[in-house]
């Protein structure tokens, strides 16, 4: 009897380990010097089937299929949701297939796709994969999350086999070492394998571009929350250009930046100066014209009265109570463009970029135009918005109609404010006669004569008003949306349509649908 008690105590006392192991305590009681600590609640986690796989996905059918069965299989496993960035090659179709749950995202970016899966997920425990992954070892699902059903860690980045990118290693490695030794032990800080909490990842803030996978693990680091790193083998994914590593150590930096001076451990006004790089080499031509890849069909869309129903200045003006000023400014016909879009930048000095950002996300867009940019995408279209405006409202408009690039002029910001000055974005001038002045014309024609093969057969163009047509003119197809001069009105190469709807039923059925991922 007395061995039968102490067989059943010692299986009893088995059975509440293991629970206890499994369930883990969501608490943290570490205080942080430069934020607010969260205190997380205890979650309660069922022994199978407890985690939610979100995967943003971008033009990812060749491998979308895989990655969501992979995903499946893993007994952790309870649902996978992936966030489709609005694809063109039939991703969302082939993941519904697989048996993922699909939601289109917000707003183009990983980090917008990344952040909307967090909401819908069923599961306390999340785990973020690539739509790009292949070689994967069984079982990884799991393993990032053992940590987190032990109460050893709210925050798990995943360790591969193989060494870091260049950026990684040239990049982050070196600027987490300097300002935040206590993670620059992680082999991957850039990677975006990771499992974490649902509380905590709602108290993070996801980054637009590349630096959102590090931004997460500094903030969650500040957050004191518990971090940790688990080995999950070799693995494969796509690489990425190397133009776009230029633009991603630059994001990167940023990032690191940004996280440094809210710790208070920057102690140069470093920040600035990455981000206005970060912007400018995004909206340089060189930049956009090394995204074309292979497409031979381009679309330039006008931004003022043509995706958006309104000016963006005369919103921003009237958003800081300058409506009246830049009227006179618009109406005063003395000077040339350029000395005019100075006088303008100067009435928006000592504003903050965050206003900027908003009027921006805040723009009423025209009906029909996201369906619109959608479908000429699948038609092998490379698509741009091209505005006279700033780059930093016209890089948020893009995004939010899926579009691939943007084309404007840079407003120069100082720690975020703005320093009234405005820079000429060069692709708006001819290259063979910079006196002949500042034109939309001038950025068709850099694709135009790009070297690159094979080379572009058809352009379409979309405006509104009179600062359109010499863009139009150049174009194979030009369309007016709502023409603002009777000069566009009455000229014969100019089709006029009334809405993004109108255009959208007049695009041929028989063209080819599905490209090729880009």
């Not at 995202?105 to 292949?134: E, F, I, R």
């Not at 930046?257 to 470093?270: C, D, N, S, Y």
């Not at 741009?384 to 780059?391: A, E, I, N, P």
Request: net charge neutral.
């Amino acid at each position: 009897m007395t061995n039968s008690f102490k067989w059943l105590s010692s299986i009893l006392r088995w059975v509440a380990e293991k629970a206890r192991l499994f369930i883990g305590n969501f608490s943290s009681e570490h205080q942080s010097n430069t934020t607010e600590t969260l205190i997380f609640q205890p979650v309660a986690i069922s022994l199978k089937a407890y985690a939610t796989v979100v995967i943003p996905a971008l033009n990812e059918a060749k491998r979308i299929s895989e990655v969501v069965a992979f995903a499946l299989s893993d007994p952790a496993t309870a649902e996978v949701i992936v966030v489709d960035d609005s694809s063109i090659d039939g991703t969302a179709e082939l993941a519904r297939l697989a048996g993922a749950k699909v939601m289109i995202s917000s707003m183009l970016g990983k980090g917008a796709s990344m952040h909307d899966g967090v909401a819908p997920a069923q599961s306390n425990v999340l785990v973020y994969l690539d739509g790009d992954l292949t070689g994967l070892r069984s079982g990884i699902i799991t393993d990032l999350c053992a940590p987190i059903l032990r109460g050893e860690a709210d925050f798990v980045k995943a360790k591969f086999g193989r060494g870091g990118g260049r950026v990684t290693e040239l990049t982050a490695k070196p600027m987490l070492k300097i300002f935040f030794p206590e993670v620059a032990h992680f082999s991957q800080p850039l990677g975006g394998i990771i499992a974490a909490r649902k509380p905590l990842l709602q108290a993070l803030s996801f980054e637009d571009g590349y630096g959102v996978d590090v931004g997460l693990l500094l903030d969650a680091h500040l957050l004191s929350a518990k971090l940790a790193e688990v080995d999950i083998g070799s693995l494969d994914h796509d690489s990425q250009p190397l133009h776009d590593l230029s633009l991603m150590a630059n994001e990167v930096g940023r990032v690191i930046f940004a996280r440094a001076k809210t710790a208070g451990r920057l102690h140069v006004e470093q920040v600035a100066a990455m981000y206005e790089s970060q912007r400018q080499a995004a909206s340089g031509i060189d930049y956009v014209l090394t995204r074309r890849k292979a497409r031979q069909r381009l679309l330039l869309i006008d931004m003022d009265g043509t995706v958006t129903k309104s000016r963006y200045a005369l919103e921003l003006a009237r958003a800081i109570g300058q409506e009246s000023a830049l009227i006179q400014m618009l109406d005063d016909n003395g000077g040339d463009s350029a000395t005019r879009s100075d006088k303008i930048a100067k009435l928006f000095q000592y504003i903050h970029k965050k206003k900027f950002e908003q009027v921006a996300h805040d723009m009423t867009l025209r009906s029909g135009v996201i369906e619109f940019v959608n479908q000429m995408r699948r038609r092998g279209f490379m698509v741009g918005l091209v505005s006279d405006s700033y780059f930093v409202a016209a890089e948020i408009v893009r995004r939010r109609i899926f579009a691939d690039f943007a084309m404007a002029h840079t407003i120069r910001f100082d720690n975020d404010v703005c320093a009234g000055e405005i820079r000429i974005n060069p692709a708006f001038y001819n290259p063979q006669n910079k006196s002949s002045g500042v034109c939309k014309s001038n950025v068709l024609r850099c694709f135009l004569t790009d070297p690159t093969l094979p080379a572009i057969n058809l352009t379409w163009v979309i405006g509104d008003n009179i600062n359109d047509l010499q863009l139009m003119q150049l174009a194979d197809r030009a369309f007016a949306i709502d023409p603002k001069s009777p000069i566009l009105r009455n000229e014969p190469f100019i089709t006029q349509i009334e809405s993004f709807e109108e255009l959208l039923a007049m695009l041929p059925n028989h063209e080819l649908v599905v490209q090729p991922s880009v």
